[in-house]
C-alpha cells in the first residue's frame, strides 16, 4: 500500500445515517477481509440519536437485502410495518361541514407510465369519471383504506403483492444496525466524544481526538454528527444554505401514542393532516402510532401548536410527553469537501413531509460507495460528481415538498404565505406553468436520479384537484378504448386482491409466528 491508498474510513456519529453508511461501505468493501478497507464508526454515548425519522421508502427493501439484514429480523426487532405510500387530508381544502378531503400519493400505479400514460385520460374526463386518480390508476388506495398489508405470508422476504417501504422505531433500527454492523461487517465501533478533529497543512482531515479513545485518525471522514456538523461545518467550515424563505415549517413537537391493545390495527399509509399552520404526521408502528406537529412557529405560537396536536390524538393525549425540535432547512453549498462527505442531518434537512431524508442517506452511501476514490487522487472529480447529483436530489426535494402547500386553497395566513410567488422557486413554477396544458411526460423527468419519479408528481398534482386543460390536444389522446381497459384491469385486481390480502397487523403476527421465506 502507498500513501495515495485510502485504506482508514472514520465515521463520526451513530445515528440512521451513520450506521446506514457503515454497514452499506463495510458490505461494498467487505472490510472483514485482510487488506480491505477498514471502517470504523465513533458514537457519543452521551449525546442522543435525533429519535426520529420512521417512514422510509421502498428502497429500504434493497439495502436490507443488500447489506444482509433478513426482513423478518428487522420487522420484529424494530417494531416496523409495512408502509403504502401517504394519506394526505385537508391538504387540498379545509374540512367543509365536518368533511375532511383526502386523497393518497401511493407507491404502486398499476401501469407503467412510459407505456401508457392513464393521467391525460383521468384529466380529460375520458376514464374515471366520479373516482379519484388514485383509483383510477392503483389498488393500492382501497387496500390502504382497508387497513390491509401489501403482502401475505406466501410472499417471500422483500417480496410483495404490492410495492411497499416501513415504518419503523429510529432508535430501535440505530441498535439492530449496530448489531450487524459490528458483528457480520466487520465494522468497529468506538464509544467515544469527538472533542477536537485534526486537519493537514493542505486541510484534510487527518484525525479526530476522543474524550476516553484517544486519537483516531484516518484517510477518509464522513460526518454523521447530526445537527452539529462536526466535520462539514465546524472543521471545513462549508456553508449551509438554508431554504428557509420556501419552507416555512420551522419546528416539530412529537409524541408517541401507545394503542388502546397490542391488536389494535395498523395504518397502512402514513397520514398527514394539515391544519392551520403546518401538519402532522401519524405512523403506525407494531406496537404505538408516531405522531407530530410539524408547523411554523411565525404563524402560531408553540403553546397552541402542542394543543392542536393533542386534540388530534384525543382521548389520553394530555398524559403523553412531548418532544420540541427546532428545524433549519436547507442543504450545503458542498457535500463533499476535502476528503470528508456529509450524510445525513450534518448535510441537509428538510422537513419530513415526504419523508426523503432516510432515502437520500442511502443514496449517498450508495454513491460514495460505488464511486469510493482508493486512490487520492480520484478524490476530487468524485466529490465534484457527488456535489452536482445529490444538489440536483436535495433541490427536486425542495420542490417537490413545496408544491404540495403551492397548490392548496386552504386560506389561514401560514397557507397564503405559502402561495406567495416569492417563496415558490422558478423551477417549479416553470413545470406547473407548462402542465397546466401539457401533459407529464419523462422528458420532465430526465435525469436518472430524480428523486421523485413521475407518478409521484402525477399522485399529488391530482390528488390535490390541480387545473389542468389538456382539450386543445385532444386528438392526440384518441385510444380512450385502450385507456378504458386499463381502467377495468384496476376494477378487477382490486376484487381479486382485496379478499385475499391479511390486514397489516395480522400480517405481522404471521410473520412472528412463522417467519418469512428467506430469498
Ligand atoms: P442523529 O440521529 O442526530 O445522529 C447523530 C449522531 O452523532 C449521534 O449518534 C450522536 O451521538 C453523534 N454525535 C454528535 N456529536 C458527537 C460527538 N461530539 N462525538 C461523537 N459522536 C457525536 N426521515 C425520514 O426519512 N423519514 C421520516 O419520516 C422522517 N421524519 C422526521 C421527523 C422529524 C421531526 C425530523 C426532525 C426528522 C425526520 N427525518 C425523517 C429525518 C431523520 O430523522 C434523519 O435524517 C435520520 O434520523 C438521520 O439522522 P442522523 O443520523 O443524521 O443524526
Known sequence: ???????????????????????????????????????????????????????????????????????????????????????????????????????YHLFTSMFDPE?????????????????????????????????????????????????YAYHLDAGLFAQLLTEH????????????????????????????????????????????????????????????NSVADTLLTDHALAIQVPYQDEQTNIASCTVSTAHE?????????????????????????????????????????????????????????????KNCVAIGLSAAFVEPLEASAIFL??????MVSELFPRQKHLMSGVAQKFNDSMGFRWQKTVDFIKMHYFLSERQESFWRDNKELNTVPDSLLALLDRWRCQALTSYDFDNVFEPFPMESYQYVLHGMGFKQDLSVNKQAYANVMQAKQYQQQVQMVSQKILGQLPSNREILNKIKEFGLQSI
Open 1 to 103: 500500500m502507498t500513501d495515495n491508498v485510502i485504506n482508514q474510513v472514520v465515521i463520526v456519529g451513530g445515528g440512521t445515517a451513520g450506521w446506514l453508511t457503515a454497514s452499506i461501505l463495510a458490505k461494498k468493501f467487505d472490510s472483514r477481509q485482510p487488506g480491505a478497507i477498514q471502517v470504523t464508526l465513533i458514537e457519543s454515548p452521551d449525546i442522543p440519536t435525533i429519535g426520529v425519522g420512521e417512514g422510509t421508502w421502498p428502497t429500504m427493501r434493497k439495502t436490507l437485502a443488500k447489506i444482509g439484514i433478513s426482513e423478518t429480523d428487522f420487522l420484529l426487532k424494530c417494531n416496523a410495518s409495512l408502509k403504502q405510500g401517504t394519506k394526505f387530508v385537508n391538504w387540498k381544502s379545509a374540512p367543509e361541514n365536518g368533511v375532511d378531503h383526502a386523497y
Open 115 to 163: 407505456e401508457f400514460n392513464l393521467a391525460p385520460y383521468w384529466s380529460l374526463d375520458l376514464i374515471g369519471q366520479g373516482k379519484t386518480y388514485a383509483e383510477t390508476v392503483s389498488v393500492q388506495g382501497l387496500v390502504s383504506d382497508d387497513g390491509l398489508s401489501p403482502k401475505t405470508i406466501l410472499n417471500k422476504e422483500f417480496e410483495g403483492v404490492l410495492n
Open 181 to 240: 454492523a459490528t458483528k457480520n461487517l466487520g465494522v468497529k465501533h468506538i464509544s467515544a466524544n469527538v472533542e477536537q478533529v485534526l486537519t493537514s497543512a493542505q486541510g484534510d482531515i487527518t484525525g479526530v481526538h476522543t474524550d476516553r479513545a484517544g486519537l483516531i485518525e484516518g484517510d477518509f471522514f464522513v460526518d454523521c454528527s447530526g445537527f452539529k456538523a462536526l466535520l462539514i461545518d465546524k472543521t471545513l467550515n462549508v456553508p449551509f
Open 277 to 337: 399552520a403546518g401538519w402532522t404526521w401519524d405512523i403506525g408502528l407494531s406496537n404505538r402510532r408516531g405522531t407530530g406537529y410539524v408547523y411554523s412557529s411565525a404563524h402560531v405560537d408553540h403553546e397552541t401548536a402542542e394543543k392542536t396536536l393533542r386534540n388530534y390524538i384525543g382521548t389520553g393525549a394530555e398524559q403523553l410527553d412531548s418532544k420540541l425540535i427546532k428545524m433549519n432547512v436547507g442543504y450545503r453549498e458542498k457535500f463533499w469537501e
Open 361 to 366: 442517506i442511502e443514496a449517498s452511501a450508495n
